[in-house]
């Protein structure tokens, strides 16, 4: 059974900074494409950063300029920084993975991001 943990959520204020730690008991996990998703409450959740194998990187654009997700295959991680932060942005943070066309239908707890005006 592969196992997401998030970490690292937290309250700041606008413009604050957090950073998103995940590790994801996964094998083959230099292969994998990562990703963060958050849910904000009454919203579905979105993919809002990933990086595939060879460290190409996505976005959503809200969040462009001010997020960036790395990895560290050693450790199986995958990390979230979230710069110059905005109340929208405030949701449950989720790491997932996917090894080809699908993500997994497997989700960790998630981690509480709040950030105030």
């Known amino acids: 059974q592969v196992q997401l943990v998030e970490s690292g959520g937290g309250s700041v204020e606008t413009g604050g900074s957090l950073r998103l730690s995940c590790i994801i008991s996964r094998s083959h996990f230099s292969l994998l494409t990562l990703g963060w998703y958050r849910q904000a409450p009454g919203k579905q959740r979105e993919l809002v950063a990933s990086?595939?194998?060879?460290?190409?990187?996505n976005y959503v654009d809200s969040v462009k300029g001010r997020f960036t997700i790395s990895r560290d295959d050693a450790k199986n991680a995958v990390y979230l920084q979230m710069n110059n932060l905005k109340p929208e942005d405030t949701a449950v943070y989720y790491c997932n993975y996917k090894y080809g066309s699908a993500w997994s239908t497997t989700w960790g707890q998630g981690t509480q991001v709040t950030v105030s005006s």
């Open positions: 990086m595939n194998s060879g460290r190409r990187t």
